[in-house]
């Protein structure tokens, strides 16, 4: 009996669903990949190996080594198509900088490079400790930070009960050079603090938002109000609200909270009525 590729002895067919190398729905399971489809120079061209892509692409030009790839494989089928999944993010955030760089056009003359992992989409969790944060001012400061593609929802556990974490689909923005910008690790609204993951987020710190340390060992003195180097209490800049990132009011009082959208009308300057709910209403004097 012939074995398959699997190593299972039987008929020549794969195991599991039929589907075909490199769709969309098997893209959806993996994790820092990219996909390399080799160009065709000339109809004499020898095809290429899958060890001599791996040592003469991948670890000579591009300088990786084998324990920073998880998985390479060569796809069947008429076009030479490389599939290369890295272990970490920072690994597939490493390939794109280096293909793009003038010194690595040889590769890109050679292959064409299609994404199968999409770094810049996350699933974000967002944990506050205090329930009374709202969906609605957490997507709001998700709004700053990046694109947000859905709802902000709970997380519930088998029986039914709320984690107080909260899901969200985002997709991260880029700077001008085209490097993905990264969430902050905590979120603060008011004087709740909350915390932020996603898979593939870098570990930074907390007060300069560097990486390599923690909070914990951080020698940065860094403003929590304007972000200059000095301490928050010395700072002479208006207060910035840490929901909507403006100046000259807080969180309590931001028209953008959902306090402001569905509260009463604030109080005006200069009111003193100490029942201005029912004065607004039009029962006061």
């Excluded at 989409?121 to 400790?129: C, D, G, L, N």
């Excluded at 694109?147 to 700077?175: F, H, P």
């Excluded at 208006?238 to 109080?267: D, I, M």
Aim: aromatic share 8%; glycine share 8%.
């Amino acid at each position: 009996a012939k074995k398959d590729w699997g190593g299972q002895e039987g008929n020549s067919e794969p195991l599991g669903p039929r589907t075909r190398p490199g769709t969309d729905q098997a893209a959806k399971t993996k994790h820092n990949a990219v996909r390399m489809i080799r160009k065709r120079q000339s109809e004499e061209q020898p095809p290429m190996q899958r060890l001599e892509f791996s040592r003469s692409v991948i670890q000579h030009e591009l300088g990786y080594s084998p324990g920073d790839l998880n998985c390479l494989f060569k796809l069947p089928g008429p076009r030479e198509t490389f599939e290369i999944s890295f272990k970490t993010p920072e690994h597939l955030a490493l390939f794109w900088h280096k293909t793009r760089q003038d010194t690595h056009s040889n590769i890109l003359n050679k292959f064409h490079i299609e994404p199968i992992t999409e770094p810049d989409r996350k699933t974000v969790t967002i944990i506050f400790y205090n329930e009374t944060v709202t969906e609605y001012d957490i997507r709001t400061w998700l709004a700053r930070h990046a694109q947000v593609d859905s709802d902000v929802r709970q997380i519930r556990d088998e029986d039914g009960i709320w984690t107080g974490a909260r899901k969200c689909n985002i997709t991260l923005r880029r700077d001008p050079a085209g490097t993905i910008k990264h969430l902050p690790s905590t979120i603060m609204l008011g004087n709740n603090r909350g915390q932020v993951f996603y898979y593939g987020m870098p570990k930074l710190c907390r007060n300069c938002g560097a990486t390599g340390h923690l909070a914990a060992n951080c020698t940065v003195i860094r403003c929590k109000n304007c972000g200059d180097e000095h301490f928050t209490k010395d700072c002479t800049e208006q207060r910035k609200c840490n929901l909507c990132g403006n100046e000259g009011h807080v969180f309590r009082n931001c028209p953008t909270s959902y306090k402001a959208a569905t509260g009463p009308p604030r109080q005006p300057s200069g009111h003193r009525c100490r029942r201005f709910q029912l004065c607004a209403a039009g029962f006061g004097p």
